[in-house]
């Protein structure tokens, strides 16, 4: 009698750990967002600043974004200007 509540206490602890490890896995999934993916980095405005004879200065912009490039020469108007 004693050893079929042995072997009854076994066999059900080894199904519950197989439920238990089954069930984690089922949980465990990675989700890939293509959304995220196909989003390209913007590329930066490169600025080149060069000081005149005269304590001038001139640059010269470059970059993919013109919208970015005029927003970025008009900053830099009135900054150097104030000077």
């Given at each position: 009698m004693k050893r079929f509540m042995i072997i009854f206490i076994v066999a059900a602890l080894l199904f519950f750990a197989q439920v238990a490890y089954s069930a984690g896995e089922e949980d465990f999934r990675f989700a890939v967002n293509t959304?995220?993916?196909n989003i390209k980095p913007k590329k930066p405005v490169r600025i080149t600043v060069k000081r005149t004879v005269k304590d001038g200065y001139t640059w010269e912009l470059k970059g993919d974004d013109t919208d970015e490039i005029i927003r970025i020469n008009k900053k830099l108007r009135k900054e150097l200007d104030r000077r």
């Amino acid at each position: 009698m004693k050893r079929f509540m042995i072997i009854f206490i076994v066999a059900a602890l080894l199904f519950f750990a197989q439920v238990a490890y089954s069930a984690g896995e089922e949980d465990f999934r990675f989700a890939v967002n293509t959304g995220l993916a196909n989003i390209k980095p913007k590329k930066p405005v490169r600025i080149t600043v060069k000081r005149t004879v005269k304590d001038g200065y001139t640059w010269e912009l470059k970059g993919d974004d013109t919208d970015e490039i005029i927003r970025i020469n008009k900053k830099l108007r009135k900054e150097l200007d104030r000077r």
